[in-house]
């Protein structure tokens, strides 16, 4: 009952105080988050932030964060859940140039069907990309050579010639620009992932955890052009 008590004070302070506990994937944390969770710890002094970075899905009413910042491809359906909508990361197919050796490059999703594929997920995932052209949508089934739940060695499968992968553009911008990886089917979009900050219906946010997460709303849409 005083923890309650203590919670509901914090929450109605206009200057935030006490500890943020905040949850996200690696890859999400060490391109981005990091940086603007040390500058929000910079300028609130009176705040403990704690950022948890981990492959583990984190249902947010079993743990102790504020809020968990979540990647997915499809809409969050549990309405026990508070899911604000961070941003949309766009998706691009992208390969080694010398994969495609003397083939055409592809024209359509089907044209891939020769090309070695590798996939972004668990074991048990069905492995399929989702593309659009306009009003067109097409899904490309394919059995991946190499996979894994981290898109940062995804990015570096695909930069050693194991095959085309569906990557974060922000992710291989730079490889695109040195030549490392070329993109491929540009005319076909991949589905893009959103990241979503997750956290309870029945547990409000404190003031803290509401600033931090009005500066991931404002600042990551830019920083990730």
């Given at each position: 009952?005083?923890?309650?008590?203590?919670?509901?004070?914090?929450?109605?302070?206009?200057?935030?105080?006490?500890?943020?506990?905040v949850?996200?994937?690696?890859?999400?944390?060490?391109?981005?988050?990091?940086?603007?969770?040390?500058?929000?710890?910079?300028?609130?002094?009176?705040?403990?932030?704690?950022?948890e970075e981990?492959?583990?899905?984190?249902?947010?009413?079993?743990?102790?964060?504020?809020?968990?910042?979540?990647?997915?491809?499809?809409?969050?359906?549990?309405?026990?859940?508070?899911?604000?909508?961070?941003?949309?990361?766009?998706?691009?197919?992208?390969?080694?140039?010398?994969?495609?050796?003397?083939?055409?490059?592809?024209?359509?999703?089907?044209?891939?069907?020769?090309?070695?594929?590798?996939?972004?997920?668990?074991?048990?995932?069905?492995?399929?990309?989702?593309?659009?052209?306009?009003?067109?949508?097409?899904?490309?089934?394919?059995?991946p050579?190499?996979?894994?739940?981290l898109?940062?060695?995804?990015?570096?499968?695909?930069?050693?010639?194991?095959?085309?992968?569906?990557?974060?553009?922000?992710?291989?911008?730079?490889?695109?620009?040195?030549?490392?990886?070329?993109?491929?089917?540009?005319?076909?979009?991949?589905?893009?992932?959103?990241?979503?900050?997750?956290?309870?219906?029945?547990?409000?946010?404190?003031?803290?955890?509401?600033?931090?997460?009005?500066?991931?709303?404002e600042?990551?849409?830019?920083?990730?052009?």
């Open positions: 009952e005083a923890d309650k008590v203590l919670a509901l004070a914090e929450r109605t302070r206009a200057q935030p105080t006490g500890v943020l506990h949850i996200c994937p690696p890859v999400i944390g060490s391109a981005i988050v990091d940086a603007l969770a040390v500058e929000f710890a910079a300028s609130v002094p009176d705040v403990r932030l704690h950022l981990t492959m583990g899905i984190y249902d947010p009413r079993e743990t102790l964060a504020d809020f968990v910042i979540y990647p997915s491809f499809t809409a969050l359906p549990d309405s026990t859940l508070v899911a604000r909508k961070i941003m949309s990361s766009p998706y691009i197919l992208a390969v080694r140039p010398d994969v495609l050796g003397v083939r055409p490059s592809p024209k359509e999703p089907d044209d891939l069907e020769d090309i070695p594929c590798i996939g972004l997920g668990s074991r048990g995932t069905e492995w399929k990309w989702r593309f659009r052209k306009g009003r067109q949508v097409q899904s490309y089934r394919f059995a050579v190499f996979t894994t739940t898109p940062s060695a995804l990015l570096h499968a695909a930069m050693q010639g194991l095959g085309v992968a569906s990557l974060p553009t922000a992710l291989c911008r730079r490889a695109f620009d040195d030549g490392r990886l070329m993109p491929l089917l540009e005319d076909w979009v991949p589905d893009p992932v959103t990241l979503y900050a997750v956290y309870p219906s029945s547990r409000a946010l404190t003031t803290a955890a509401r600033q931090f997460l009005n500066l991931l709303l600042r990551l849409p830019v920083l990730l052009k």
